[in-house]
């Protein structure tokens, strides 16, 4: 059997670790240390501030971020990531990708990583606060009021990183199951570059964001006196988000797992702020992030293969594949209205699904799912709610599990699915990200550097 081509490198941007300065370059300590001598000149020698020295608002949000770092923090282990992803490559069969485990643990912890960064950078402003108190340009109850609403948005971004972490644990295994698939079949027939091109893909369905912005994520806001930049972390966020959908746009739309990212952290972003003021969105953004999430994992190539494939193993691999997207399609029609439905669906108008004895019932005898036949030809005017009926993912499932479908009806059912999953185009979406922030003049690193130079 050859061997497969490597191709673990072509991993989607937000997936590979970053390396040295950028988005990810630990921020000096905060801008208020630039204006300390003023401080000192206002208010005297400002001694050290020592856990028992620093205030009393700053210090318990400062121990409730140390907690959820705490929890979060053995899950973060080389070795018990690599237990973890060894136990799901097990549970899902996975043999010949066991030779990536150790590659694929360390982007795991890589990945991970950046969430003890944002922990960090949450923590660096903090020390602003407590300067800010000690020294008396901020009130006791001023820092209580504000670090408590910060330290809610903080307690989001935990509670989300424990899913996050099962999602890229499922992302590596579906890869690693693609990868085997590919191994399996060998060298160098469609089913090959396809299984290929899948595992490569596997992020465009991803649930969790692009773990550098959330490293930079800065939730806790510089403390509001003279002579510091006004901190406004919504809008430093959001015009992040916007400044790289611009990039990805100038890339020509870019890959569909980094647009998928993207989309994934402008809802974690509305959970944490709102949408930005006088912004109003045409379509909500889980509709956006279901269908950039579609439109990646066709049914129809899947059919198609199937249908190329002899009965066995492989071809049972593909035709579960097929159904489970189809289930997610028709999970996603049902959170639609029937409007929303009849214009994402084009339909392949149903004729003539004939089965043995349904000549004797006449034309209106129920169809049996083997021997059907699907065909354009039929005048539009005929029956719409029955072909729309017969076209709708759920039917097609209801096909899929009759079983013993020949290769021809495979074909027919993806000349259907193809026509039905047209519709699922998410239309401008980098547009869309692009519009909830103001993009900077100029580029900056990350967002305490956009906030300190007012972008």
């Not at 990583?113 to 300067?131: G, H, I, K, P, R």
């Not at 690693?176 to 570059?193: I, K, P, R, S």
């Not at 269908?291 to 994992?297: G, K, M, Y």
Request: charged share 20%; aromatic share 4%; glycine share 6%.
């Amino acid at each position: 059997m050859p061997q497969i081509h490597n191709r673990q490198s072509a991993l989607p941007s937000q997936f590979r670790p970053a390396r040295g300065g950028g988005i990810l370059a630990r921020p000096l300590r905060g801008a208020l240390c630039l204006v300390l001598p003023v401080l000192i000149v206002l208010s005297g020698p400002v001694a050290a501030q020592t856990p028992e020295t620093e205030p009393a608002a700053v210090a318990a949000v400062r121990a409730e971020l140390a907690g959820l770092s705490e929890r979060i923090s053995p899950s973060l282990a080389p070795a018990r990531i690599r237990v973890r992803l060894s136990h799901s490559f097990s549970v899902h069969d996975i043999a010949f990708s066991e030779r990536y485990l150790d590659n694929w643990s360390t982007l795991l912890q890589d990945r991970w990583s950046q969430y003890d960064l944002f922990y960090a950078t949450q923590a660096e402003v903090l020390n602003d606060w407590s300067l800010a108190v000690a020294t008396g340009a901020v009130t006791q109850t001023e820092a209580e009021t504000v670090l408590s609403q910060a330290l809610e948005r903080v307690q989001t971004v935990a509670a989300a990183m424990p899913g996050w972490q099962d999602d890229d644990v499922s992302r590596l295994t579906d890869r690693a199951a693609w990868t085997d698939m590919a191994q399996e079949v060998g060298c160098c027939d469609a089913l090959y570059y396809h299984a290929l091109d899948e595992a490569d893909s596997v992020w465009a369905a991803s649930d969790s964001p692009d773990p550098s912005a959330i490293a930079a994520l800065q939730l806790v806001p510089t403390p509001n006196i003279p002579g510091l930049p006004d901190s406004h972390p919504a809008a430093s966020a959001y015009s992040w988000l916007a400044a790289r959908a611009q990039g990805l746009e100038q890339q020509g739309d870019g890959a569909a797992a980094d647009r998928r990212a993207l989309v994934v952290e402008a809802e974690l972003l509305v959970r944490l702020f709102g949408l930005p003021d006088g912004v109003t969105l045409p379509v909500g953004l889980d509709r956006i992030a279901s269908e950039e999430c579609l439109s990646a994992q066709p049914v129809a190539p899947l059919l198609r293969l199937a249908a190329l494939t002899e009965q066995g193993p492989l071809r049972d691999q593909l035709m579960t594949r097929a159904q489970n997207r189809l289930e997610a399609q028709a999970a996603f029609l049902e959170t639609q209205s029937h409007a929303s439905v009849a214009a994402v669906a084009p339909m392949i108008l149903a004729e003539d699904m004939v089965g043995p004895g349904a000549a004797e019932g006449g034309e209106n005898a129920p169809p049996t799912a083997p021997d059907m036949a699907i065909t354009a030809d039929v005048p539009p005017a005929s029956q719409p709610s029955a072909v729309a009926a017969a076209n709708t993912p759920e039917a097609l499932i209801g096909h899929l599990s009759s079983g013993n479908l020949d290769s021809g009806a495979l074909m027919r059912l993806a000349d259907a699915a193809e026509a039905f999953e047209a519709g699922f185009a998410p239309g401008d979406t980098l547009g869309l990200l692009r519009s909830l922030g103001t993009l900077p003049e100029a580029p900056a690193t990350n967002f305490r550097t956009m906030q300190a130079t007012g972008n």
